[in-house]
């Protein structure tokens, strides 16, 4: 495949940035833990779908933005990011092949790397440990996959991100 067969750079792209402008929107208190992760879901999407485009390098580069973005210390959610990603380019085969309800799961096991990495970063700079809270976002995360998954896959049709 050359690179002048590949389509849709900016529609991924454009899907990265709403989903940084989704991680930063403001919450009412009540509501700030159930934020999903926008941005782990999204890559994990674009590595299943597109494994030969998307994987290890997208998804640092998308962790430091989140990074700085969030205000986060430097390259905390890009190492989580980044071992989300080795994980879904790696089960991609097998994932496609599963049942929404069967990736949701899978899903959520990626998340809670993701948020254990996270944690284990923050945790080594010094900061208190959080509340049984912190976890959430990877529930509501794997609440959404169904409909996250379904709303990609008709950008990807849409505009012939191939």
Do not use: K
């Not at 998340?111 to 010094?126: F, I, P």
Request: proline share 7%.
């Amino acid at each position: 495949m050359t690179l002048a067969s590949h389509q849709g750079g900016l529609s991924i792209l454009i899907t990265f940035l709403i989903a940084l402008l989704l991680t930063v929107i403001p919450l009412p208190d009540w509501a700030q833990h159930l934020r999903p992760p926008w941005v782990a879901l999204t890559l994990v999407y674009w590595c299943i779908a597109l494994p030969d485009r998307i994987g290890v390098g997208v998804a640092w580069i998308a962790g430091i933005s989140l990074d700085v973005l969030t205000g986060s210390l430097f390259g905390q959610h890009a190492v989580g990011l980044l071992i989300v990603a080795y994980m879904a380019v790696n089960l991609h085969q097998r994932m496609r092949l599963f049942p929404l309800w069967q990736q949701a799961l899978v899903v959520l096991i990626m998340l809670l790397v993701y948020r254990l990495l996270v944690l284990w970063v923050s945790g080594a700079s010094g900061e208190p440990p959080p509340s049984l809270w912190y976890w959430m976002p990877a529930a509501t995360g794997t609440l959404l996959w169904p409909w996250i998954f379904l709303t990609l896959r008709g950008v990807r049709r849409r505009f012939g991100v191939s």
